[in-house]
């Protein structure tokens, strides 16, 4: 056949098909990469593909073994090491540039298709979301489509008829890929996010001034939450996270990351008052032990089947034996009235007293002076703090993302003026700035104060009805302690952008500069497609992504096994892989190649079986079953009886009848035809028989 005319050869476009997939293999890494690698890579493929296009010559071999020496020298000199993660996976990406330039024959195709299979699974241990799934299995049906082009040399096939095998290919192995995701055993966190990698929600056991207004640029997704029933306003949707206690001058720390320090007894029994409301929180990795509930939880646990994290509370806090480093679903139960912490002074709580020297002092003057005021003289608790927020609602306090201020720019010297620049000075800041110098100032007017950071507010997903919590929630609060009240929750922030309290979302998108006409369009039509986004990766994170070992042992039981174990996951795992392939083999002899049968074939083979089986040898020259001339020319070589040569003649004449009735002409009568043979076989089948008494 002639091939039509191109401009490009089959090998210049197999070429750049290949180069195609290893760039969209390589993209998600790119902001990962070392800037050398990512610019040598990318140079790589694109020399490569000139030449490709140009059908030019490949660059000679010392060439690619300086860029190699050069490349390994890099990557040891940017890691230190030649092992790792990021080193490994810098390697992978510029052997698999520089064997591009090399390419010329299918076992250099093959080599590169290999490294391009795995530089998808090093995808995954960056990210396992939704969206790097659907691109790697784009890739993946670009690698294998690169496979089955490689595998027909000749000719040259189209890329889409390439396309459509790899896609029958996956499609057929299927059913094994499930039966393995389904019952292979899972011996550890196989899907679970790498401890290194995955989103991380910013909360700490520390804080420095500016950390939590950096993570409210961060749009990314920290929790979901399904209510149960009842659903709190949103400015009851305080997040519980880590509590600060310990103030250093320009870090707020907890006690219990500080070594050294004598822990606090928090034993005080909790009290609550109205009725429980349910939720379900699923919560991303967050790297820390600390777990941020519904403030006011007093029950929660891993949901079945899931045991873990292993829990406990802590006075109102809630942490894991160890940091989360897996995406984990907990059920819980909240009252929002809970009372905790003494209900009398004792000596612990001058642990919430304390303030470092040399630090703040115009703020703690400020905080003095105030105090000092007739109707503050002789005034509890509750009282001074009323008094610090209608101060902030009426000394023109501004909230914004953007504070500034302080030796915040000066990295060789300590924050020590931050509080009392906003306090002071600039009256702009975060939440984190209101909640730090609310505390200082009561502690600095004797009242025992501390730092509570976590969530505040959610936005309703209307597609799966639950409430996303992203990093941008992050919030900072307040608690003093009230006699015969305990600790008392107070949000600053409130008393100056009561809004950010009741529609946090709606005060981001008003801090946001950049706000216009356009960005306000772009978010009317953005806004569904997020929110099936998000309800899109939230099942994929609880279907896929979590289905763990528990999960399977509860299939397991759902099926009927009394007592599962991996040995019966292994039993059956193998019993499904023998199936499958038990019927792959049934499907190969089923569509295993046949030659066409003709409506003469099963009426000549009762001729040869019954010639056969009067001891006539069968003609050698021809396969089952012989025509009829063949066996006339076999009766005649073979040795005769008497007896056997009267049957011989008519043996031979009722042959000659079959071969001359299989040949006749097509305007014969095909009924006729049929009746007519049906006769001839079954007179030659007595014939043989007769044939067959002689020897006898």
Not at 103 to 126: E, K, M, N, W
Not at 272 to 277: D, E, I, K, T, V
């Amino acid at each position: 056949m002639r091939l039509p005319d191109t401009s490009l050869s089959r090998e210049g476009r197999d070429t750049l098909w290949l180069l195609c997939v290893l760039t969209l293999s390589i993209l998600p890494h790119m902001t990962r990469l070392p800037l050398w690698c990512a610019a040598g890579a990318a140079g790589a493929i694109v020399w490569r593909a000139q030449i490709a296009w140009k059908d030019g010559a490949l660059p000679p071999r010392w060439v690619l073994i300086t860029s190699l020496i050069v490349s390994v020298a890099l990557t040891l000199w940017t890691f230190n090491s030649l092992f790792g993660r990021e080193a490994g996976i810098t390697l992978v990406t510029l052997l698999a540039g520089l064997k591009t330039l090399e390419l010329r024959a299918r076992r250099d195709a093959f080599v590169i298709t290999s490294l391009g299979f795995f530089l998808i699974l090093t995808q995954f241990l960056y990210s396992q979301s939704l969206p790097i799934a659907a691109l790697m299995l784009v890739v993946l049906m670009g690698w294998l489509t690169a496979l089955v082009l490689a595998q027909r040399p000749t000719g040259r096939p189209s890329i889409w008829s390439a396309a459509k095998v790899a896609g029958r290919s996956v499609l057929m192995g299927l059913p094994v890929m499930l039966a393995l995701y389904v019952l292979f055993p899972r011996l550890g966190p196989l899907w679970s996010v790498p401890s290194d990698a995955g989103q991380h929600t910013g909360l700490s056991d520390k804080i420095t001034l500016g950390n939590v207004a950096n993570l409210a640029q961060d749009d990314s997704v920290a929790m979901r939450i399904r209510f149960w029933g009842a659903v709190p306003k949103a400015r009851d949707m305080y997040f519980r996270g880590p509590v600060l206690d310990v103030f250093d001058g320009s870090t707020w720390q907890t006690r219990a990351s500080l070594p050294g320090l004598m822990s606090i007894d928090d034993s005080t029994p909790l009290r609550a008052s109205g009725s429980a409301l349910k939720y379900q929180l699923t919560l991303e990795p967050n790297k820390i032990a600390a777990i941020p509930l519904l403030e006011g939880t007093l029950a929660a646990s891993p949901t079945p089947p899931a045991t873990e994290p292993q829990i406990r509370r802590d006075g109102l806090n809630w942490v894991a034996n160890h940091p989360l480093t897996e995406r984990s679903q907990l059920d819980a139960q909240a009252w929002q009235g809970v009372k905790h912490g003494p209900t009398q002074a004792n000596g612990t709580l001058n642990l919430w007293l304390q303030l470092p020297m040399g630090f703040t002092p115009r703020t703690r003057q400020w905080a003095h002076d105030f105090r000092l005021q007739p109707y503050l003289q002789n005034a509890d608790e509750s009282t001074l703090s009323n008094a610090v927020l209608q101060h902030i609602r009426q000394s023109s306090y501004r909230y914004t993302l953007s504070p500034g201020g302080g030796d915040k720019d000066d990295k060789d010297k300590p924050q020590r003026d931050a509080i009392d620049h906003f306090w002071v000075d600039s009256k702009a800041g975060f939440c984190e700035h209101f909640a730090t110098a609310y505390v200082v100032i009561m502690r600095a007017m004797g009242v025992p104060a501390r730092v509570v950071t976590g969530f505040q507010g959610a936005e309703l997903n209307p597609v799966d009805g639950l409430y996303v919590v992203r990093n941008s929630d992050a919030h900072a609060w307040a608690e003093y302690w009230q006699a015969g009240e305990g600790w008392t929750r107070v949000d600053p922030t409130a008393a100056v952008a009561p809004e950010r309290i009741d529609h946090p979302r709606q005060i981001f998108r008003n801090l946001d500069a950049s706000k216009n006409v356009a960005s306000q369009i772009n978010a009317t039509l953005w806004g569904p497609l997020r929110a099936y986004m998000n309800a899109g990766d939230h099942r994929w994170n609880v279907w896929v992504l979590q289905y763990s070992r528990n999960k399977q042992m509860a299939l397991l039981k759902d099926w009927g096994v009394a007592s599962p174990d991996w040995v019966d996951l292994i039993r059956l795992c193998g019993g499904v892989l023998v199936g499958v392939s038990m019927m792959g083999l049934v499907w190969l002899w089923w569509t295993r190649p046949r030659s066409p049968k003709t409506p003469w074939h099963k009426p000549l083979m009762s001729v040869h079986k019954a010639l056969a089986s009067a001891g006539i040898p069968a003609p050698d020259s021809s396969p089952a079953p012989a025509a009829a001339l063949s066996w006339i020319s076999a009766i005649n070589r073979t040795k005769r009886t008497l007896a056997q040569d009267a049957i011989q003649a008519r043996l031979i004449a009722s042959l000659q009848q079959l071969d001359a009735l299989r040949y006749a002409p097509q305007s014969s009568n095909p009924r006729q035809i049929k009746r007519d043979r049906i006769q001839i076989v079954s007179s030659i089948s007595q014939l043989a028989k007769q044939w067959r008494t002689t020897l006898s």
